[in-house]
């Protein structure tokens, strides 16, 4: 059975759990630089915030 082509050339499939995590820490050390945060409850919610905008461009993603 033959992959579609667009799963055949898709860079993303590629990309491990680590490097995506990676990219989502650097997104949450930029929060933190330039956001302040109170406790745990904040961090979490940065981490959260980080985690989204790193779906969101991951999804709309189309070449490396």
């Known amino acids: 059975?033959?992959?579609p082509r667009i799963?055949?050339?898709d860079w993303r499939i590629q990309l491990d759990s680590g490097s995506r995590q990676?990219?989502?820490n650097k997104i949450l050390d930029t929060l933190k630089r330039h956001?302040?945060?109170s406790g745990?409850?904040?961090l979490?919610?940065?981490n959260n915030i980080a985690v989204?905008?790193?779906d969101k461009v991951y999804t709309a993603?189309?070449?490396l």
Do not use: K, N, Q, W
């Open 1 to 3: 059975m033959r992959m």
């Open 7 to 9: 799963y055949a050339t």
């Open 22 to 24: 990676r990219i989502v």
């Open 35 to 37: 956001l302040p945060i």
């Open 40 to 42: 745990p409850e904040g």
């Open 44 to 46: 979490l919610e940065l």
């Open 52 to 54: 989204r905008f790193e």
């Open 61 to 63: 993603a189309t070449s």
